[in-house]
């Protein structure tokens, strides 16, 4: 089983990934309209997974989302 940590590396790699593919997708227009929405949707549902870690651990978050 994942720990916490993995998890949320897996989620920064797979959100990643999918910014990477709605780049794609605009560039070969693959219905842009649609797919990169369907991207966005799912970058938005793995951060919502990733604020869910933050909460029970967060030493975990990211220096940038931090307030100064």
Known sequence: MASLDELENLLKKASRL?????AEIRDTGLEPEKNVRRIAEAIVLASEIRNEIYNRRPDLIPEYFKKK
């Open 18 to 22: 999918l910014d990477k593919a709605a």
